[in-house]
């Protein structure tokens, strides 16, 4: 069984998501108590997608979230690097492309606008794939990435840390193809960032009008911007 580590190495992790494509959305929604759907919608929403645009949908898996957006009429595209992924949503009507997020296969400016979800943070080193994003979004276009994050109060922040994240390997054990892999996705949400470091690298990257917004009391947060 495959299994990465915080070094993030991209063989690594691309092995890891092979071996847990099988099972992968009904995992997560046992893992965060349905709370996934939830965070799709609030994305979609926020990604305010409609008829025209194109948007890429990077680090999709199984494509689940990129069928959610097309329901705007946009024309959108999974990309992931995972071929089990992408070969287990074939079923959802959407197009897939396998693809290197520091180098992605698209012109630049081809897309209005880019969304990651529970993705960035398998993505190092963050700013150059932030960067790489920006390449092929157009002048004026938009970025939306949802991700794991730091809840901002103490107690709630302890309680994710001493008994969400300690849980998370034995409660996903029983539904997934690769137990171990939710083991490092426990210790990687542990040690990503906070949303205010997230945004500071998203402008690193060359975005503008950094801003985020907290969902369920931090745990997960949404952070936009805006191509110059």
């Not at 996934?36 to 926020?46: F, I, L, N, Q």
């Not at 932030?130 to 107690?155: W, Y």
């Not at 950094?210 to 931090?218: A, K, M, P, Q």
Request: charged share 25%; proline share 6%; hydrophobic share 45%.
């Amino acid at each position: 069984m495959a299994r990465a580590g915080l070094d993030k190495d991209p063989q690594d992790i691309a092995e890891m998501f092979d071996e847990v494509a099988e099972g992968y959305d009904r995992t997560n929604t046992v893992m965060t108590l349905g709370f996934d759907r939830r965070w799709r919608a609030r994305t979609g929403r926020v990604l305010d997608a409609g008829p025209g645009d194109r948007v890429l949908d990077l680090a999709a898996g199984t494509a689940v979230s990129t069928a959610e957006y097309a329901r705007s009429g946009a024309w959108c595209v999974a990309a992931d690097f995972s071929l089990p992924m992408l070969h287990a949503g074939a079923g959802r009507g959407v197009p897939r492309v396998a693809a290197d997020a520091f180098h992605l296969p698209f012109a630049d400016d081809a897309f209005d606008a880019v969304t990651a979800s529970f993705g960035l943070r398998n993505m190092v080193p963050t700013v150059a794939a932030l960067a790489e994003m920006l390449r092929v979004v157009r002048p004026g276009g938009r970025l939306v990435v949802c991700e794991v994050s730091q809840p901002p109060l103490r107690p709630i922040r302890w309680l994710y840390h001493n008994t969400v994240l300690r849980a998370l390997p034995m409660i996903t054990r029983p539904f997934s193809s690769n137990g171990e892999a939710y083991t490092y996705l426990a210790e990687s949400m542990r040690d990503w960032h906070d949303q205010r470091t997230v945004a500071e690298l998203i402008a690193k990257a060359g975005w503008t009008e950094v801003e985020w917004r907290n969902l369920t009391f931090g745990v997960v947060a949404l952070h936009r911007a805006v191509k110059p």
